[in-house]
């Protein structure tokens, strides 16, 4: 897109950082315009930060004109309050991340006076209650390996699960015992997806076989999908709820 149409005090920058990814979304609020929207593929850390940035600042997007910037990390607020006394190389891992995203949030901090830094659980659900009105609702979101699913009743929690998966037969598994576990009919109540899924991939397939009453998640937020290429809106759920 050319900037030349779009004064750079207009622009605003999402951030949305995981243990192994940076989703990043450039867009203009007063046009509803998407400038830049892709994902980093790298471990947390400063390095790896610091490098997206200045692929970004390499576009054309002078970050220090930007009008906002707002950042989450995937389920910050889960991992923190995490006992990290236990040897299992899973809470190793945890405790890697919540070490390495304090360091990115100290960063943005200090180089970004102005960031806003979100809850990405809760931006996640006030979007999915935005988007639909329905009583009950089952949302499901991974990445990274990792499951979450909630029950929503009247816009709140009534139950979260997050799951560790490998193969489309462990999600299957989680899925269905999540269902049970929640009072749900796998006939009728509805199952929303969000995340790295599509309709061709195994995971999937294998779900509608048990779970035919699904639907993908779609865009919350007022921005257009407008890329060069197509793209799923349930792939970029998590970053454009981050604009609400």
């Given at each position: 897109m050319?900037l030349s149409?779009?004064?750079?005090?207009?622009l605003?920058l999402s951030?949305?950082i995981?243990?192994?990814?940076f989703?990043y979304l450039?867009?203009?609020?007063?046009?509803?315009?998407?400038?830049?929207?892709?994902?980093?593929t790298?471990?947390?850390?400063?390095d790896?930060?610091e490098q997206?940035l200045s692929n970004?600042?390499?576009?054309g997007i002078?970050l220090?004109?930007?009008?906002?910037?707002?950042c989450?990390?995937h389920?910050?607020d889960?991992?923190?309050?995490?006992n990290f006394?236990?040897?299992s190389?899973?809470d190793?891992?945890l405790?890697?991340y919540?070490n390495?995203?304090v360091?990115?949030?100290?960063?943005?901090?200090?180089?970004?006076?102005?960031?806003?830094?979100?809850?990405?659980?809760?931006?996640?659900?006030?979007a999915?209650?935005?988007?639909?009105?329905?009583k009950?609702?089952i949302?499901?979101?991974?990445?990274s390996g990792?499951?979450?699913?909630?029950s929503?009743?009247?816009?709140?929690?009534?139950?979260?699960?997050?799951?560790?998966?490998?193969?489309s037969e462990?999600?299957?598994?989680?899925?269905?015992h999540?269902?049970?576990?929640?009072g749900?009919?796998?006939?009728?109540?509805k199952?929303?997806?969000?995340?790295?899924?599509s309709e061709?991939?195994?995971?999937?397939k294998?779900?509608?076989?048990?779970?035919?009453n699904?639907?993908f998640?779609?865009?919350?937020?007022a921005?257009?999908?407008?890329?060069?290429?197509?793209?799923p809106?349930?792939?970029?759920?998590?970053?454009?709820?981050?604009?609400l």
């Open positions: 050319d149409n779009v004064l750079l005090n207009e605003n951030l949305l995981g243990p192994d990814r989703t450039v867009y203009s609020k007063k046009n509803s315009e998407i400038l830049q929207l892709g994902f980093y790298a471990h947390i850390s400063v790896n930060l997206l970004i600042t390499e576009a002078e220090n004109r930007l009008d906002s910037i707002d989450a990390f389920h910050f889960i991992i923190k309050n995490r006394q236990s040897s190389s899973a190793f891992r405790f890697d919540y390495e995203a360091h990115c949030k100290n960063y943005l901090a200090e180089h970004f006076p102005g960031v806003k830094f979100k809850d990405s659980q809760t931006i996640l659900l006030s999915f209650n935005k988007t639909y009105s329905e009950t609702a949302l499901s979101y991974w990445q990792k499951l979450f699913m909630w929503l009743s009247f816009g709140l929690t009534e139950e979260k699960v997050e799951r560790e998966f490998i193969s462990d999600v299957l598994y989680h899925v269905l999540f269902y049970k576990s929640a749900f009919n796998v006939q009728k109540d199952f929303y997806i969000a995340g790295e899924l061709d991939s195994t995971i999937y294998r779900l509608f076989n048990y779970v035919a699904n639907e998640v779609k865009n919350p937020s921005l257009k999908l407008n890329t060069d290429e197509e793209l809106e349930q792939l970029f759920f998590d970053i454009l709820s981050l604009t």
